[in-house]
T-cell receptor, first 112, second 112 residues
Framework: DGGITQSPKYLFRKEGQNVTLSCEQNLNHDAMYWYRQDPGQGLRLIYYSQIVNDFQKGDIAEGYSVSREKKESFPLTVTSAQKNPTAFYLC???????????FGDGTRLSIL | DAKTTQPPSMDCAEGRAANLPCNHSTISGNEYVYWYRQIHSQGPQYIIHGLKNNETNEMASLIITEDRKSSTLILPHATLRDTAVYYCIVEDSGGGADGLTFGKGTHLIIQP
């Protein structure tokens, strides 16, 4: 079955460390997205990519970085510059034109 | 600024129709109404979307008022598995190609 795989499901980071969250899709979608969700809140957009080797900042990009070297992969790095990284991180993808987004099951990041 | 307004929570008896309202009084002519839901600790799931005509699929029905300033998502026979946070989102015809804007949604609780 086609879908979006996020790994790991739970991740712990020591202060001062960078950590990378994986997102892979086999839906052949052009566009991919990263969102952050804090408790009791809606999702906020971190970065998005509409095509390979191109990406744009979302509403809360500071302290995060991404790459899009392959169509199926869109990893997110949470850098030490992100002062409050504890959150639920969700990856999504969609066909480029006027179609709904498909979401993975998320990675929950915590600071040790 | 939020484009939509939803009640924070609602209850519905199992087997009954659940009717979830959404106000979007500033919607523009090329903006669609999308509905997603998020079951606890999972990624959001697309439900349905529409422009101005009523829409129905295997999950739900979407009723949009003639002036397009509000809409209602209808789950015809609610089950316990429909307990989730439901998000009403207004986006342009690109389907949120540059990311979706999520509010806090409505927490729907289905009572046995």
């Amino acid at each position: 079955d086609g879908g979006i795989t996020q790994s790991p499901k739970y991740l712990f980071r020591k202060e001062g460390q960078n950590v990378t969250l994986s997102c892979e899709q086999n839906l052949n979608h052009d566009a991919m997205y990263w969102y952050r969700q804090d408790p009791g809140q809606g999702l906020r957009l971190i970065y998005y990519s509409q095509i390979v080797n191109d990406f744009q900042k979302g509403d809360i990009a500071e302290g995060y970085s991404v790459s899009r070297e392959k169509k199926e992969s869109f990893p997110l790095t949470v850098t030490s510059a992100q002062k409050n990284p504890t959150a639920f991180y969700l990856c999504a993808s969609s066909p480029y034109s006027n179609q709904p987004q498909h979401f993975g099951d998320g990675t929950r990041l915590s600071i040790l | 600024d939020a484009k939509t307004t939803q009640p924070p929570s609602m209850d519905c008896a199992e087997g009954r129709a659940a009717n979830l309202p959404c106000n979007h009084s500033t919607i523009s002519g090329n903006e669609y109404v999308y509905w997603y839901r998020q079951i606890h600790s999972q990624g959001p799931q697309y439900i349905i979307h529409g422009l101005k005509n009523n829409e129905t699929n295997e999950m739900a029905s979407l009723i949009i008022t003639e002036d397009r300033k509000s809409s209602t998502l209808i789950l015809p026979h609610a089950t316990l598995r429909d307990t989730a946070v439901y998000y009403c989102i207004v986006e342009d015809s690109g389907g949120g190609a540059d990311g979706l804007t999520f509010g806090k949604g409505t927490h729907l609780i289905i009572q046995p």
